[in-house]
């Protein structure tokens, strides 16, 4: 036997694998949480896991098929049992839960924006900007004659990202 035969089928001894896993192309049906609903050839299959781990930490990826589309799911059992989906045609969601960082793009932008605590923030700054005044050679004291708007997070803010 080659040796990439026999670190197989100790993997399989050790995994106490007995038969091989199938892959199949199935339409999604419906999202309940971190399961699916799946329909292969006219049959519906329930309960797709979302995450082909399940471990019960909180840290996790979780990719939410759209609707209507079409997903690649593994039958880690070989009778139908353990369906996991490990890939998408079309996507609606991802949710990440990191317990330590999450790095979009590198990195080289910093960490994101707490977009409620920066419009206080600014407001803030306006606020103080339109109460200031300013002395005036005749003892009297001068406002700004233009008053700077608030700020509006809904003008800056982009909804489909959230942390």
Known sequence: MDPLS???????R????????????????SVDGE????ELEGM???DVRLRAVVNGEDSKIL???????????VDLSGNLSQLAVVGYSEVEKIEIDAND?????????NGLIQIDKLTQK?????????????PVPNGASSTPTTEAATFDKNFYEDINITH
């Open 35 to 38: 399961t699916c609903d799946v």
């Open 6 to 12: 026999e670190i197989r089928e100790k993997i399989k």
């Open 122 to 134: 600014l407001n803030e700054l306006v606020n103080t900007f339109n109460g200031h005044t300013h």
């Open 101 to 109: 960082k999450i790095i979009f793009n590198g990195g080289n932008n």
């Open 44 to 46: 519906k299959l329930t």
């Open 14 to 29: 050790i995994a106490n694998i007995t038969g091989s896993f199938t892959c199949f192309t199935a339409k999604v049906v």
């Open 63 to 73: 990719v939410t098929p759209k609707i209507g589309s079409h997903v690649l799911v």
